[in-house]
């Protein structure tokens, strides 16, 4: 069972255009985090939401989570080609507290 | 230095063989974590430690099995290598802090390909 839907999956832009990339559930989180992962790496966390309707930025990125925490958004203002990367969402939910990871959202940020 | 080490980053074997994959940290961190990385499927759970005497089964454990010889060890094992399992294989580690939205610290992966 997905428990976490990426969309789009890929997403192919211009430099210095604005997207929003959507992570979605029909299950609440206690947590929802953000990874991104560059080709030949791991994931590296982003940020991470934990209460209802709660906003992050970090620079140019954008994070939401869910007035019912079961859904989260990303936004990219002005995207750079050193945006480009898999972009992952996570939800953190139980007692101990296990990570279900989306499927990804492979952006390219052509130059 | 790397905090979460991977080794080997690349394999090649032939169905039915043993490998393991090997994983260390220098984080001090007590929970350890193996994920497969598929295209089109994400990151998958295959086991997971909080400590030395507690192992864990994930979401595809089936074929896989695991050792967590020191805190700053885990390792996985595939007893009889399948062409299915051809992945990317990650481990990470986190540190129970607040107990919930803990970072996992990724390793750098090992790419696996059965034959």
């Known amino acids: 069972t997905q428990l976490l839907e990426q969309s789009p999956q890929f997403l192919s832009i211009q430099e210095g255009e604005n997207l929003t990339v959507y992570c979605n559930s029909s299950s609440v989180f206690s947590s929802l985090q953000w990874y991104r992962q560059e080709p030949g790496e791991g994931p590296v966390l982003l940020v991470t939401v934990v209460t209802g309707g709660e906003v992050k930025k970090l620079k140019r990125l954008t994070f939401q989570f869910g007035d019912a925490r079961k859904d989260s958004s990303l936004h990219i203002t002005a995207a750079q080609p050193g945006d480009t990367g898999l972009y992952l969402c996570?939800?953190?939910?139980?007692?101990?507290?296990?990570?279900?990871f989306g499927k990804g959202t492979l952006l390219t940020v052509n130059p | 230095d790397a905090d979460v080490t991977q080794t080997p980053r690349n394999r090649i074997t032939k169905t039915g063989k043993r490998i393991m994959l090997e994983c260390s940290q220098t984080k001090g961190h007590d929970r350890m974590y193996w994920y497969r990385q598929d295209p089109g499927l994400g990151l998958r759970l295959i086991y997971y430690s909080f400590d030395v005497k507690d192992i864990n089964k994930g979401e595809i454990s089936d074929g896989y099995s695991v050792s967590r010889q020191a805190q700053a060890k885990f390792s996985l094992s595939l007893e009889s290598a399948i062409p299915n399992q051809t992945a990317l294989y990650f481990c990470?580690?986190?540190?129970?802090?607040?107990?919930?939205?803990?970072?996992?610290?990724f390793g750098p992966g090992t790419r696996l390909t059965v034959l």
């Open positions: 996570a939800g953190g939910r139980g007692s101990n507290y296990k990570l279900t």
């Open positions: 990470a580690t986190s540190d129970e802090t607040s107990g919930i939205g803990d970072t996992q610290y």
